[in-house]
């Protein structure tokens, strides 16, 4: 589901023209439908509403301060991964204790930053973590909460870059490994570990792996509580998918309808259910705005040279990842019915559509079947609002994309294009000052 449609030959972000906003804001740009980020999260609440779920949405996933703002404005909290997402969360006027901290390097600085911001729960990812959490704890004064990062040994069936719940992984902690933690850990003063906390990959396209997980981390809870260990909180991550290709993920009721069963009891009885989706609710929600560059023929392929590539969207090139790609103003009758790998429309010519990089790697889309295009046109590059603009990077000295925000016929910039004076301003030497931390 999403808010980006062509009326009258033209795509559309809810309504407002993809052009109008190129021509008031070049390219390339990230356009985002506010629409469409508050319908994900609405359904993604709805389904889960039988375990009334803390929902935290995962920062990574898309960071730009007025997304974040939103999201948080609409109740949810947040999933941070650095003291980085931690200040942009609050600075989102998402209060840390409403924030679950994660990631596998925090570093006594971050940990000392998210203890004095008050964060609502540190999902701890290994024994030396959770030994330097205490200890910082204790020297400064502020007991906090924890979970147990487990690696379920479950495949997520994703790309081996994003599957993280396996038992050999640097994320959390294996079964095995984690009893003994948490018995050795229980009754901590300075950090109480409450819970447990996964996330098995992303995007998880089939429900089962959630099943497989949840019921080894019940267990795990189980032999635990038989020993006088009472664990009251699960954080199942995120994961689910999003629409690449029409009708490709299964909506949030499908994977509700086997994690919710698995559940319900456990929170009747005082279980308290953490989410961390990220790309379920901002992936569809935006489109990568490029202008055609220039188009040139090689041996027998032809080009679509874009004003950006690999720098401005990661996923082609790092994960092989598919994104639909379409003209914003295609000729007539070329409109797709549906975003799929293979349209079936007339007079489409198959294009290796590439970015400026001195790269080979630097392409968004390989043989790909697009009506034809010139230069000056605009491609639009879909389901690219999450891991998009957070993978960006300057690769050839590429300032970073402009980000815009839609809302119903009136749209606004809430991240101006980097200037070349902005990509230098770091490296001007005399006038830096040390910023080991802050
Ligand atoms: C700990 C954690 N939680 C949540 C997410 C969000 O995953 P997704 O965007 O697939 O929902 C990630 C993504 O990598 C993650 O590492």
Not at 420 to 438: K, N, Q, T
Request: a negative charge.
């Amino acid at each position: 589901m999403d808010h980006f449609h062509f009326i009258n030959g033209a795509l559309y972000c809810e309504g407002v023209s993809m052009d109008e906003i190129a021509e008031s804001v070049g390219t390339p740009c990230y356009v985002y439908s506010r629409a469409t980020i508050l319908e994900h999260l609405r359904r993604v609440r709805a389904a889960f509403e039988p375990l009334s779920p803390w929902i935290c949405f995962s920062v990574k996933s898309c960071p730009n301060l007025s997304i974040l703002r939103l999201i948080s404005g609409a109740g949810a909290g947040m999933d941070v991964v650095s003291g980085g997402e931690l200040c942009r969360a609050m600075e989102a006027g998402c209060s840390a204790s409403k924030c679950v901290y994660a990631g596998v390097g925090k570093t006594d600085h971050e940990i000392e930053l998210a203890l004095r911001s008050g964060i609502g729960l540190f999902n701890v990812e290994s024994e030396q973590e959770f030994e330097a959490i205490a200890a910082c704890a204790e020297r400064l004064g502020i007991p906090c909460d924890g979970a147990l990062r487990i690696n379920p040994d479950v495949d997520p069936k994703t790309h081996r870059y994003t599957s993280t719940g396996n038992r050999e992984t640097k994320f959390g902690v294996d079964l095995v490994r984690a009893a003994d933690f948490l018995r050795a850990s229980h009754g901590h003063h300075w950090c109480r570990i409450r819970g447990l906390h996964m996330h098995i990959g992303s995007p998880v396209y089939d429900p089962t792996p959630y099943e497989q997980a949840i019921r080894k981390a019940l267990a795990l809870m189980d032999t635990l509580r038989d020993d006088g260990i009472v664990l009251d909180t699960l954080d199942l991550g995120g994961g689910f998918g999003a629409d690449y290709i029409t009708g490709q993920s299964p909506a949030a009721d499908a994977y509700a309808q086997v994690i919710v069963p698995l559940l319900e009891d456990r929170v009747r009885d005082g279980l308290r259910v953490i989410l961390e989706p990220g790309r379920s609710i901002v992936a569809n929600a935006g489109v990568l705005l490029l202008s055609v560059v220039y188009t040139k023929q090689s041996g027998d392929r032809t080009f679509a040279i874009c004003d950006a590539g690999m720098n401005a969207l990661l996923r082609p090139s790092h994960y092989d990842a598919f994104h639909f790609i379409w003209p914003t103003r295609p000729a007539a009758g070329v409109i797709p019915a549906a975003r799929t790998m293979e349209p079936e429309l007339p007079g489409l010519v198959v294009h290796d559509i590439v970015g400026p990089l001195c790269e080979t790697g630097d392409f968004l889309a390989l043989g790909r079947s697009i009506p034809v295009v010139a230069r000056g046109d605009r491609l639009a590059v879909f389901t690219a609002g999450a891991y998009g603009m957070s993978m960006a990077n300057r690769y050839n000295s590429s300032p970073l994309p402009a980000e815009v925000l839609v809302d119903g016929d009136s749209f606004e910039i809430v991240r101006a294009r980097e200037t070349y004076d902005d990509m230098v301003s770091h490296e001007r030497v005399g006038e830096l000052a040390p910023a080991i931390a802050e």
